[in-house]
């Protein structure tokens, strides 16, 4: 997954409205731990996705095949 569950966001199962519902509720009720988890999901996102890893991650791909 792209996030990280409870660490960058929250990973709720495909078709899971309830916990979905309750994931939106949580994050509207906690301001400082959103806040956190959004800090990181930007961190991540920079380390993990940038171009040149990604590229590097591809032609891993391709060398192992």
Do not use: C
């Amino acid at each position: 997954y792209v996030s990280l569950d409870k660490i960058t966001g929250f990973t709720v199962p495909p078709g899971n409205v309830s916990a979905l519902a309750d994931a939106m509720q949580w994050m509207a009720e906690h301001e400082e731990e959103r806040e956190k988890m959004g800090e990181q999901a930007r961190k991540r996102m920079k380390e993990e996705y940038r171009m040149e890893t990604m590229l590097a991650r591809v032609a891993e791909l391709y060398r192992a095949l």
